[in-house]
């Protein structure tokens, strides 16, 4: 008996092995998503998700393994075998014609010539059904590059639907948008699968899955280890499967003590390298003892203001004082020398040199330090004791600080800035985006050695674009929006009063 079509899976995955090299990104996978659900695949990550993802949109070849779309053997070698077997895929980088309509980018590579007449007036009346039909209202003469960028994703999303995409994968698409912006693309995928559409969504946060997802399947270094229906698992029990092992989810720590101010910002205003107003007249202080959070979505100045404040960039104009004294203008090497530690938000071109071993990055910037070296040599067997013992300290894996800093994962990485900046015991110190691209694992770490410098009479500065964190971190909030600093708020706040403030909606 050959199973009707109606019952079989939208999505059937046998077999899926893939390596680049060395890495064995995806290990005999068996994944079945059933036609008309939304199905999670959660991750740490580099656990494979977007390669696994990226063979079932074509963009990758499997090296063994087969797929079977509504039952039917397919073979899909490039991403217009896919589109032909109703396959859409939303990327993590919008691939969008930036100075092109909307209209435009939606016809783009489907007709052919995509600017003739007889195609643009049918898209038209093709996207105005699409719109009636899954509420996914968007002006088709808007320019991409002028649309906020939930709406962009909603133009990629539109583009997939006007192929003809039965099957919808999102790679972690809530990444660049506001928490109102990722509710509205949850209703729009909502819709979608009560339409009858499979969506495949990808994400690193257990929130989301257990708020839209019916199936939730779990990857962990490139294998398949669990497949769950929604309703009958738990975050803890989804993070321990990510994990491999049990995780703490929730910081604990108890009320703060903060006592005196350590770092001022005062009317700070601050432009990019094109004379773009970033930073405009932010004051705040953080004192010894608290932790303070910089909320907003990235991109409203939170990194030009840490770059200012961390000796990267000059302000255009204000102040910032550190115990009183001031030190607008100062580089990097004067504020560490007079307390300020700094994990950077983009650990790859400030916080490492991946080319060096593990040792050095141990002490980069710290290297003048007579400690690791007489005069301008470094002393190669100090740093090596050194970094032992933070490996020791801060579990940084493989303990081998000989080897090159990026033969390291993300999260390991992050531990070495983490643990170099940490164990200098500055005064202040300054975090961006601490746990970007790192493992929950590495992240209960990197979260309670943050809380154990603030009880140890630290400042710590915060900035952050996961809210989460934010929340669970902060002992106060600041929300950054356009430049400004919109408002102080309790970590106690809502999420949506917060997410408002972080739209620049209200205050
Ligand atoms: N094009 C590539 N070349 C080499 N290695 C890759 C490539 N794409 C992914 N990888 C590696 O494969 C592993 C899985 O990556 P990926 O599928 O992107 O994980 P995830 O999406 O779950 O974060 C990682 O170790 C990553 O570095
Ligand atoms: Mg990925």
């Given at each position: 008996?050959?199973?009707?079509?109606?019952?079989?899976?939208?999505?059937?995955?046998?077999?899926?092995?893939?390596?680049?090299?060395?890495?064995?990104?995806?290990?005999?996978?068996?994944?079945?998503?059933?036609?008309?659900?939304?199905?999670?695949?959660?991750?740490?990550?580099?656990?494979?998700?977007?390669?696994?993802?990226?063979?079932?949109?074509?963009?990758?070849?499997?090296?063994?393994?087969?797929?079977?779309?509504?039952?039917?053997?397919?073979?899909?070698?490039?991403?217009?075998?896919?589109?032909?077997?109703?396959?859409?895929?939303?990327?993590?980088?919008?691939?969008?014609?930036?100075?092109?309509?909307?209209?435009?980018?939606?016809?783009l590579g489907v007709e052919g010539g995509a600017l003739l007449g007889r195609g643009v007036s049918e898209a038209r009346s093709a996207l105005k059904r699409l719109e009636t039909d899954y509420g996914l209202e968007v002006d088709p003469d808007a320019i991409i590059e002028e649309l906020p960028v939930g709406l962009q994703q909603r133009v990629e999303i539109l583009k997939a639907l006007y192929r003809g995409a039965e099957i919808l994968i999102l790679d972690e698409p809530t990444g660049v948008l506001t928490p109102a912006e990722a509710d509205h693309l949850f209703k729009i995928l909502g819709v979608l699968r009560?339409?009858?559409?499979?969506?495949?969504?990808?994400?690193?946060?257990?929130?989301?899955?257990?708020?839209?997802?019916?199936?939730?399947?779990?990857?962990?270094?490139?294998?398949?280890?669990?497949?769950?229906?929604?309703?009958?698992?738990?975050?803890?029990?989804?993070?321990?499967?990510m994990v491999g092992r049990r995780v703490l989810l929730r910081v604990e720590k108890g009320p703060a003590a903060p006592s005196d101010i350590v770092l001022s910002v005062r009317n700070l205003t601050v432009k990019d390298g094109r004379g773009v107003t970033m930073v405009d007249n932010v004051s705040f202080d953080v004192r010894a003892g608290e932790v303070v959070g910089i909320a907003g979505v990235a991109g409203n100045g939170q990194s030009e203001l840490l770059e200012a404040i961390t000796g990267i960039r000059k302000p255009a104009s204000g102040?910032?004082?550190?115990?009183?004294?001031?030190?607008?203008?100062?580089?990097?090497?004067?504020?560490?020398?007079?307390?300020?530690?700094?994990?950077?938000?983009?650990?790859?071109?400030?916080?490492?040199?991946?080319?060096?071993?593990?040792?050095?990055?141990?002490?980069?910037?710290?290297?003048?330090?007579?400690?690791?070296?007489?005069?301008?040599?470094?002393?190669?067997?100090?740093?090596?004791?050194?970094?032992?013992?933070?490996?020791?300290k801060y579990d940084i894996r493989p303990p081998n600080c000989r080897l090159k800093t990026a033969n390291f994962s993300g999260g390991n990485q992050q531990k070495i800035v983490v643990a170099r900046e940490i164990e200098r015991d500055p005064a202040l110190l300054v975090v961006g985006q601490p746990t970007r691209g790192v493992d929950i694992g590495a992240i209960e770490f990197i979260h309670r050695r943050l809380i154990a410098m603030r009880d140890a009479g630290k400042a710590v500065l915060l900035v952050s674009v996961e809210l989460d964190e934010i929340r669970s971190l902060s002992d106060r909030i600041l929300v950054m929006f356009a430049g400004r600093v919109v408002g102080e708020k309790t970590p106690d706040t809502g999420e949506q009063t917060l997410g408002l403030m972080m739209a620049g909606i209200a205050a």
């Open positions: 008996m050959s199973p009707t079509p109606t019952a079989a899976p939208a999505i059937e995955l046998i077999g899926i092995d893939k390596k680049f090299g060395a890495v064995h990104a995806n290990k005999n996978i068996n994944l079945t998503v059933a036609k008309g659900s939304i199905h999670g695949i959660i991750g740490e990550n580099g656990a494979g998700k977007s390669t696994l993802m990226s063979i079932l949109y074509g963009f990758y070849h499997a090296d063994a393994g087969s797929i079977r779309i509504n039952g039917q053997a397919t073979v899909i070698d490039d991403s217009q075998a896919a589109i032909t077997a109703g396959i859409g895929m939303v990327h993590q980088h919008f691939m969008l014609v930036e100075n092109f309509s909307v209209l435009e980018n939606v016809i009560d339409q009858g559409k499979t969506i495949v969504l990808i994400t690193h946060k257990l929130r989301e899955i257990m708020a839209i997802t019916d199936t939730v399947s779990v990857m962990r270094r490139g294998e398949m280890v669990a497949t769950r229906r929604t309703t009958e698992t738990t975050v803890e029990e989804l993070a321990e499967l102040e910032i004082l550190i115990h009183g004294k001031p030190v607008t203008g100062f580089d990097s090497a004067r504020l560490r020398a007079l307390g300020l530690g700094h994990i950077p938000e983009d650990r790859h071109h400030m916080g490492l040199v991946l080319g060096f071993e593990e040792s050095e990055n141990s002490v980069l910037g710290y290297h003048r330090d007579s400690r690791y070296g007489r005069g301008p040599l470094l002393d190669l067997d100090a740093c090596r004791e050194d970094a032992k013992a933070k490996i020791e």
